[in-house]
């Protein structure tokens, strides 16, 4: 799903969340779903395993498929990124 910026305030449509969204704030959005938190729209894809092979933060070396992803996202000059990282079954 594509990050947007609220242009309106709304609800996050979310399961469990319901929360409001903020005018301005980052969301997530799909036709299908409307408007999402991004750690809504995050937590809601859950484990992901990793699809390329990768090193954890502890420095092992990750398989593909033998860890899993990390969304990690950072907002720096204004503009928003999100990034995965890759976690080995024991950092998880
Ligand atoms: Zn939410
Ligand atoms: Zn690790």
Redesign the pocket.
């Known amino acids: 799903m594509p990050t947007i910026v609220a242009k309106k305030a709304g609800t996050c449509t979310a399961a469990g969340c319901g929360g409001r969204i903020l005018k301005g704030e980052y969301v997530e959005y799909s036709a299908a779903t409307g408007t999402r938190h991004l750690e809504c729209a995050s937590a809601e894809q859950g484990r992901r395993p990793n699809l390329k092979a990768g090193t954890?933060?502890?420095?092992?070396a990750?398989a593909p498929r033998e860890?899993s992803l990390l969304l990690k996202e950072t907002s720096r000059a204004g503009r928003f990124q999100k990034q995965w990282l890759v976690?080995?079954?024991?950092?998880?």
């Open positions: 954890c933060r502890c420095g092992a990750v860890g976690r080995c079954a024991r950092c998880g």
